[in-house]
């Protein structure tokens, strides 16, 4: 009898974001599809708390790159007892793809397959190291058209790795199926921003916003969580433009489709170009229109005016504008959230990125 799959993830961050969700998620589905699934981690409470509660199994390295040896020879050691030509060790940076295929040598274990999800838009690296350690990984996914276009600047003609090993897979995020819920009838309209608290994600912007809206019966939710002192900026911020009062604070750890769903509209205006967007699909399953950014990946599974209204990054005058027109139009909110989910149970669902993440372990 053929043993269970074997999959382990690398999550050498010591903060959680859309990439570290994106692996808990993965390990959490596989799990429960009956494989044997464990993370390594660098021991940061932050991560290991979450994979703890779900009952995935936990491994300890430093997780530190390219000069340390020590980690991959703690990987080696996990490496040596796991089944011949069915385990997957699936990373989320290049320098831990480096500490496993040294692990891999280490643990004389060729077999063992090295995937790779690329979350960031950034040129890939054109060093013989780096093109060494793309032409040894398995199997590339990319997790936009963007990220992909971004990374292959540096090779127009011929990449580093071979082409059958490149995947662009949309992610998704595992979330039970819920019925979209009404609009709430009675009170202000809220607008939400919902996602992690940190630079770059254009929430200054927003409060700029409000200041020109104060007319408005609006109200406006920042939920997430992020680093105390940018949290006490963000107020500062608030209080010197007059909006403070127009303004609920919540932190929360994960990004519940519930909290949106009692929203009547999201403002997502990131000002870092996004490689993929977590926040972005929380609020299509709500059935929830949103305001965003399209300085990344945006534009690859949202339409100006359909199921989204864009605006450009920083810009404050445009995303009040935007915000009025949806804060005064039932409508307008009403069919962009529709279209919006509609697109999401169509090709972003959980249920259409597993079967294709599965084909891509199985034939690394």
Not at 26 to 40: D, F, K, L, P, T
Not at 98 to 126: C, E, M, W, Y
Not at 220 to 226: A, E, K
């Amino acid at each position: 009898m053929k043993e269970r799959p074997v999959l382990i993830h690398l999550i050498s961050s010591d903060r959680w974001g859309g990439a570290q969700r994106y692996a808990f998620d993965i390990c959490n589905h596989y799990r429960s599809e009956g494989w044997r699934v464990a993370a390594v981690t660098r021991d940061a409470k932050v991560i290991d708390n979450r994979f703890h509660d779900a009952g995935i199994p936990l491994f300890h390295a430093p997780l530190r790159g390219f000069f340390d040896p020590a980690s991959a020879v703690i990987l080696a050691r996990v490496l040596r007892g796991v089944p011949i030509d069915n385990s997957y060790v699936h990373v989320h940076r290049y320098r831990d793809a480096f500490t496993v295929l040294l692990a891999k040598r280490l643990a004389k274990r060729p077999d063992i397959r090295v995937i790779s999800t690329r979350h960031t838009v950034r040129q890939g690296r054109n060093s013989w190291l780096f093109r060494r350690i793309y032409d040894k990984i398995n199997a590339h996914i990319f997790v936009s058209h963007t990220a992909f276009d971004r990374f292959r600047a540096p090779w127009p003609d011929r990449l580093p790795m071979r082409m059958k090993t490149v995947h662009i897979i949309h992610n998704s995020v595992n979330i039970p199926h819920a019925p979209v819920l009404a609009e709430p009838e009675k009170g202000p309209v809220f607008a939400i921003y919902a996602g992690p608290l940190v630079k770059g994600k254009g929430i200054e912007t927003i409060i700029d916003a409000l200041v020109s809206l104060r007319d408005l019966k609006i109200r406006l939710r920042i939920v997430g969580q992020g680093n105390p002192d940018y949290l006490d900026t963000l107020r500062r911020r608030a209080m010197t433009r007059g909006v403070m009062e127009m303004i609920d604070w919540k932190s929360l750890r994960d990004t519940p489709t519930e909290i949106i769903g009692q929203s009547h509209f999201a403002v997502l205006p990131s000002v870092e170009r996004e490689a993929f967007g977590l926040p972005n699909i929380y609020v299509m399953a709500a059935g929830r229109a949103q305001i965003c950014s399209p300085n990344g990946a945006q534009s690859e599974y949202l339409i100006d005016g359909e199921s989204a209204i864009f605006v450009p990054p920083a810009d404050a005058h445009a995303l009040a504008e935007a915000m009025r027109r949806l804060a005064t139009d039932p409508e307008l909110r009403s069919r962009i959230g529709t279209n919006a989910h509609r697109a999401y149970t169509g090709s972003l669902s959980w249920e259409s990125f597993t079967p294709r993440l599965t084909a891509i372990y199985r034939n690394a």
